[in-house]
């Protein structure tokens, strides 16, 4: 790669946003699309997930973010001839109280009005449709048939192999370093290229993502972008007769936020402590983990006494509001940087990722996208202490309050 040479678009952050995103430029007509990633492709929390892709989303722009990316995984094969590992599984948004059933059933009726196929399933009917669910322990939940997970690991072969077969420049070890820029007369600013540690790439246009790591990423490019990080845990049991099965729907107990789905004859549980500090997942937090076993077992009682065969632990992205981020850098007087698009899923990148990263290519070579609204989803809807002016999607794991 000469680091010199005039690049049509550069993307920062080799996970599954930069990824497809930069797959989605290089197919959607830039002409030279460098992506830069300070360690390996997918080295960030895109392999480390757990893979649940749901287009039950809390408002309307994240419903069509789900729709969307299932609608993508599902005609991977087509497109690429390989595929993220998708497989639809359906998903039940459990209520475990009355307060839980009032709100699930109003966030049916807006997604309904979305024109997703979601209906709300009574106890009796969600214990039939997921029969290994202890009967008397909920209210029933809202559920979608199409929903399902992918496979993280794959999903980055998948990225990785499309960015290949479709000419993306990838440079691994490569560390975005900084973002040169130009002011007119007229008081606008624009990106004129990106600091490396290989060198200057001139450029016109820049996609920014970094997962947990974008608010530092932010930080070198002279911008506040209010992206926290936070331990975000999974396990999954050994194998068990009642998870033999090719499906299951998943579940989420969204109260407390935990999660389940089958993964290769056990159960594969996900989850995130409310009273979780910002900061890097360094170590598994055993008591919180059993505490949510002891959960799983009450709602799952196949699951009672089972062991664990794999459990880890690593750092989830999250926005304030749990939305995700689609806008222009802004400098410290708020004037958005012309060429530049941040992207972030808000810890949801594996089923608004792809979408994301589809509008992002948008922005960034045709300065609009029809894929959602993005008006108010820019930085420019936080303040100086990253509060969000817009409501809290209000499907969404318990993050820490601050970023
Ligand atoms: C344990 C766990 C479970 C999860 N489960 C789910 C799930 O079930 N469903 C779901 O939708 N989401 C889930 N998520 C969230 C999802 O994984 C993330 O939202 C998604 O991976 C973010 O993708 P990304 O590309 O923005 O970030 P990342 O995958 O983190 O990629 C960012 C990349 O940027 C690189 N980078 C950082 N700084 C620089 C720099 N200066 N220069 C160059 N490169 C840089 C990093 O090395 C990294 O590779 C989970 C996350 C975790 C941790």
Not at 229 to 249: K, S
Request: net charge negative; glycine share 12%.
């Amino acid at each position: 790669m000469n680091a010199s040479a005039v690049t049509d678009l550069v993307v920062v952050g080799g996970g599954t946003l930069g990824g497809w995103a930069s797959y989605f430029a290089k197919t959607g007509g830039a002409e030279r699309v460098v992506v830069l990633e300070r360690g390996l492709l997918g080295q960030g929390a895109s392999s480390r997930a757990a893979g649940i892709v749901r287009s039950q989303g809390g408002t309307p722009a994240t419903v069509a973010l789900g729709q969307w990316s299932i609608d993508f995984y599902n005609r991977q094969q087509e497109l690429l001839g390989t595929d993220s590992g998708f497989s639809e599984l359906g998903y039940l948004l459990l209520a475990i109280t009355p307060e839980d059933e009032a709100e699930g059933r109003r966030r049916v009726e807006m997604q309904r009005s979305c024109g997703l196929d979601v209906e709300w399933l009574l106890a009796e009917t969600a214990t039939e449709v997921c029969s290994t669910l202890a009967p008397r322990e909920h209210r029933g939940g809202s559920y979608v048939v199409t929903d399902g997970a992918i496979n993280p690991p794959r999903n980055v072969l998948a990225y990785a192999i499309a960015m290949s077969r479709s000419g993306v420049e990838v440079l691994e070890r490569t560390a975005f370093t900084g973002l040169r820029t130009a002011a007119s007369s007229d008081g606008s600013v624009r990106v004129t290229g990106v600091e490396t540690s290989a060198g200057l790439i001139e450029t016109e246009r820049v996609i920014i993502t970094g997962g947990p790591s974008l608010q530092a990423v932010g930080r070198l490019a002279g911008a506040r972008i209010p992206v926290g990080g936070a331990r975000h845990q999974v396990a999954v049991t050994e194998p068990h007769v009642a998870f033999q099965t090719g499906r299951q729907p998943m579940v989420f107990d969204l109260g407390a936020g935990l999660y389940w789905r089958l993964e290769e004859d056990g159960l594969l549980f996900g989850m995130s402590n409310p009273d979780e500090s910002p900061g890097q997942a360094t170590e598994i937090d055993w008591p919180y983990l059993e505490k949510m076993q002891r959960r799983l077992a009450r709602l799952v009682p196949a699951t009672n006494g089972l062991k664990l065969r794999k459990v880890w632990a690593a750092t989830i992205d999250y926005t304030p509001d749990h939305l995700p981020i689609l806008g222009p850098v802004l400098t410290a007087a708020g004037t958005p940087i012309e060429g530049t698009t941040v992207a972030c899923a808000g810890g949801h990148g594996m089923m608004w990722g792809p979408a994301v990263a589809r509008a992002a290519a948008d922005l960034a070579l045709e300065g609009k996208t029809d894929l959602i609204d993005v008006t108010e989803l820019g930085l420019d809807r936080f303040d100086e202490r990253g509060r969000s002016k817009l409501a809290t999607d209000p499907i969404a794991l318990p993050f820490p309050v601050s970023t």
